[in-house]
DNA sequence: AAATGTACTGAACACTGTTCAGTAATTCCA
DNA sequence: TGGAATTACTGAACAGTGTTCAGTACATTT
């Protein structure tokens, strides 16, 4: 009886072709602008099928997190190689918004977009999490070697993260167009902040 | 011919109703979910005649951002009031984040959403301008007085401004829930961070 | 009083997310 | 193997969106 076997394989083949495509279009286009249709004409299925696999378009959205997060885990561990702890967070936060600049549309979805808000995070696990682990233990580990000024671990990464999402996203909705000048490089001045503020907070 | 004035004092008036209804129903339920027919029932008129006034609901946008801005600069000059010049700082970050978390739709309008993009800014003003004015002298006074340890008045806005955005909008957004407990206060924590920050940043 | 100009309407267009009766194919069971 | 049951999929329909525009009604000018 591989029947259902093959029915449950083939429906997780479906549930991949739409967050493909999906993801796909994201990137290209943004969340707002990708409409269900345009999925589905994508994947050369109609409007209602995509019902059939994701109950809501904030499904697809949360589905697309969860892959985008593990994207920005694998650049965090292709990037951070330093010993030096302190260089490691350093690669860490450049990464980061590297990460932003480079996919603006993704970083959109991920951390500017209103959070799906229908979806159960009983059944799907919570978007996210190893990415944060990963960052928090690099931070308590530099605390705990007392090379930050930080004794509360979430206050530091709080204030970390918040500095690095506050220049990426200030970027990405051209608010700050004014404190750049005309003719420079974005990514150099905003790897130059994340230097700075790294330094102001060490021991 | 005090016509064609009584003419332009009506268009100005029909101009301010639509503005203050759009306010009014951004602040409530937020720009995405207000409708042109929302408002045009508001004011009971159709919603043809709006787009006699505003071109787009962007530029409906860009006209309440431009109440919201002097909103957050009324705040500005009335918590500022100390005569220490790193107190002021300090009363400006608090004000700054206080209005984010009192004002979510407001501060979503002005800092998160996309800006408009097809507002001409020959036409109409640049949005915010006295206020990011009243900002940067704040911080360049710190700077000359040798209170801060920047020397660029540029690099010193663009991260005091991004800690304190990323402080909100992450908040605003439920992106960083845990990071924070359970129990705690969240004005509170975001203070805490802000005073913690400025005490790192100070030469 | 007639002609011109202005202000406003509301139906229509092209889109959106979402639902659901109906159809076609597949699997199950006798 | 043939008929019943299950499953997968469709596409029209619903209620909503921003926006446009022919048509109307009123105000102003000549």
Same mark, same amino acid.
């Given at each position: ?58 499904? %697809?959205? $949360?589905?697309?997190?969860? =892959? /985008?997060? !593990? ?8 990037? *951070? ?66 090379? %930050?000024? $930080?004794?509360?671990?979430? =206050? /530091?990464? !709080? ?8 220049? *990426? ?35």
């Amino acid at each position: 009886m591989g029947i259902s076997e093959r029915k449950e394989r083939e429906r997780e083949e479906m549930k991949t072709m739409i967050t493909t495509a999906a993801m796909k279009m994201f990137l290209e286009d943004g969340y707002a602008k990708t409409s269900i249709r345009n999925i589905a004409d994508a994947i050369e299925y109609s409007p209602g099928t995509i019902y059939l696999y994701y109950k809501d378009k904030d499904e %697809l959205l $949360f589905e697309v997190q969860a =892959q /985008a997060y !593990l994207k920005l885990l694998a650049a965090f561990k292709q990037n *951070v190689t330093s010993t030096d702890l302190l260089e490691r967070l350093e690669q860490l936060g450049k990464t980061y918004v590297s990460f932003g600049l480079a996919n603006p549309e993704l970083y959109d979805l991920m951390f500017i977009i209103r959070a799906p808000t229908n979806v159960d995070k009983e059944v799907h696990g919570d978007n996210g999490h190893d990415t944060l682990t990963y960052t928090i233990s690099l931070i308590e580990e530099c605390i705990q070697a007392g090379l %930050l000024i $930080f004794k509360d671990v979430n =206050q /530091a990464a !709080l204030q970390i993260w918040s500095m690095a999402h506050g220049l *990426v996203s200030l970027n990405l909705r051209c608010r700050l167009k004014v404190m750049i000048p005309e003719e420079a490089s974005v990514p150099e001045i905003l790897h130059k902040a994340i230097e700075e503020y790294l330094l102001s907070i060490r021991a």
